[in-house]
């Protein structure tokens, strides 16, 4: 089970410009294989990532139905891994605490009288700078600095009035994935990747 925490309260500034605070979750895990089957290959690993964001956006309305936005995100990213197997040694890593800052930028358009909008915002990479330690059977086996990028993501939302009191609503996100990686120095080297 893995739940995530989103809130965010807005307020008009002027008759054209809107302030929003947001908090949320927008990355992270709970894996725990401890109880796997013996012949599982990840049996004995538990990992933990846990991210949260801070974003302030100013919205400008240019006219009732169309309007444009943007602001700075702050993001805070911490993970702690243990029990990977690696050549029949469990590895471990914790990587504390970072924050760094990125930005958000969109467009909405809007049809009041039937509750219909539609928004398209792109959040700009983020990326962190970790210090971290390695183990080994619980061994320290060094400190490593490491840079993992959080990928830049676009997101397109739909909501729009079908009948009285119903409103039918959707989204999409799509994330650049492939440009997420976390090798600190000891694991590059204990797979071979280095």
Excluded: C
């Amino acid at each position: 089970t893995y739940g995530t925490l989103t809130f965010g309260v807005k307020m008009a500034v002027t008759d054209r410009i809107d302030l929003a605070l947001i908090y949320d979750q927008s990355v992270g895990a709970d894996v725990d294989y401890s109880d796997a089957d013996a012949t599982y290959p990840l049996r004995g690993t538990k990992a933990e990532l846990t991210g949260s964001d801070v974003t302030a956006l100013l919205r400008y309305h240019f006219a009732e139905r169309l309007s444009v936005f943007g602001g700075v995100r702050l993001q805070s990213i911490e993970a702690q891994l243990s029990g990977l197997s690696l050549a029949g040694n469990a590895y471990g890593l914790d990587a504390d605490r970072n924050h760094e800052a990125g930005f958000v930028l969109g467009a909405a358009y809007e049809i009041p009288d039937i509750a219909l909008r539609v928004a398209l915002t792109y959040n700009s990479e983020i990326e962190h700078e970790f210090s971290a330690t390695e183990t080994l059977n619980g061994a320290l086996i060094g400190a490593s600095p490491f840079t993992t990028t959080i990928p830049q993501s676009v997101n397109l939302e739909f909501q729009s009035g079908i009948a009285e009191d119903t409103l039918l609503f959707g989204s999409i996100r799509w994330q650049d994935w492939s440009e997420f990686d976390i090798t600190p120095v000891a694991y590059n080297g204990l797979t071979g990747r280095s």
